[in-house]
């Protein structure tokens, strides 16, 4: 959902630079469900991550793989494809 709002382009940036360096120093804790919502929202932002941060969520999704579940695995399949197109 959205209320039409739309922040600066300078306040996004800012968040966005302030939230990938939260996700570098605490995504070797991340569970399934947050590599994939993570991976899910950048996509929809249509904001390429760094590789910084690509190497760290894929680091720790290969490490919890096994706790996937159905949605998790599509979701982030689907960042993924969309943020190479």
């Not at 993924?80 to 197109?85: C, H, I, L, N, Q």
């Amino acid at each position: 959902a959205t209320l039409g709002l739309q922040p600066s382009e300078a306040l996004s940036e800012a968040l966005l630079t302030g939230l990938t360096e939260r996700v570098l120093a605490v995504g070797d804790t991340f569970n399934a469900l947050d590599i994939a919502s993570t991976l899910w929202a950048f996509a929809m932002l249509g904001h390429e991550p760094s590789e910084a941060l690509l190497e760290v969520l894929t680091a720790e999704a290969l490490a919890e793989r096994g706790n996937f579940n159905p949605q998790a695995i599509t979701n982030t399949l689907w960042a993924f494809a969309t943020m190479r197109k």
